[in-house]
């Protein structure tokens, strides 16, 4: 059976794991290719996204374009994929055949959501619930800027004083929202059943953990670390819904892994 969805990015990444774990809870196959961020100047950009030797990396250099964000090295993209993929980026989603492209790891995952044959309360059980889970992945999207932007600055071993001051005052405000989602609905964020929107939390979250590999870096510029023990006594609701999803069977298999790495440093 083929995969409803191929999805090439760079590896590993939590906010992939948005897709897995939707594609774990719907019942959705879904195939990923990738490698390292280093690795990906070696690859082709394409629906056949693969590895290129030396030889075919001269073969397609006509096909060469500058890296965006995060990538310094000259990418091999095919006008294929930049036709399914304006904007040129990663993580990449294609439906079958690779025609049509699906670009931002929310969409890609509310893709995966919207594969799954009947109603399920992932995406929301009629359009006003599903809105709700809309408004909160709006809002993470707020937060997740801040948050790339501070890692990519860790892993350049440079940190200014206003970037760290603009992801703190982000994280704040997505966990003071999600602790006061959580006062409401008890359960999960979005309601009852557990959604995208829990998915989405537990990811962006993940993804600032990269914190822990870099842990001198702010302290050199005495700043103190975003993910320091206040947060939990200050949004205890939205902490312990992070560790149950952690532990939750269609999480563990992506994001467990991925912490213990940056935990082991």
């Known amino acids: 059976m083929s995969a409803g969805l191929r999805i090439f990015s760079y590896l590993p990444n939590p906010r992939i794991a948005k897709a897995t774990i939707a594609a774990r809870l719907c019942g959705v196959e879904v195939e990923l290719r990738g490698a ?17 030797d030396a030889e075919a990396q001269v073969q397609f250099a006509h096909l060469t374009h500058h890296g965006k964000t995060g990538f ?22 294609f439906g079958p055949g690779g025609d049509i492209g699906i670009f931002e790891s929310n969409s890609i995952m509310r893709a995966v959501a919207r594969l799954r ?11 006003y619930s599903a809105s709700r889970i809309d408004s909160f992945l709006d809002v993470s999207l707020v937060f997740a800027r801040d948050v790339q932007l501070y890692v990519l600055a860790l892993r350049d071993g440079s940190i200014a004083n206003p970037l760290h001051a603009s992801a703190g005052r982000a ?9 006061q989602a959580l006062q409401a609905s008890c359960a999960h964020i979005a309601g009852d059943e557990l959604s995208l929107a829990d998915i989405t939390y537990a990811a962006e979250l993940a993804l600032l953990h990269n914190e822990n590999l870099h842990h001198p870096l702010p302290a050199r510029g005495h700043l103190p670390p975003l993910l320091g023990d206040g947060l939990r006594q200050a949004f205890p609701l939205a902490w312990s819904h992070f560790d149950a999803l952690i532990a939750h069977p269609a999480f563990a298999p992506d994001l467990g892994p991925y912490l213990d790495e940056l935990k082991a440093g």
Request: net charge negative; glycine share 12%.
């Open 36 to 52: 390292a961020v280093a690795e990906l100047s070696g690859w082709l950009w394409d629906y056949d996204a693969r590895p290129l």
């Open 72 to 93: 310094s090295a000259p990418l091999f993209k095919t006008p294929q994929f930049l036709r399914a993929h304006p904007f040129g980026t990663v993580p990449a989603a």
């Open 117 to 127: 044959e009947g109603k399920h309360g992932l995406y929301g059980q009629d359009a």
């Open 171 to 179: 994280l704040r405000a997505y966990l003071g929202g999600i602790e």
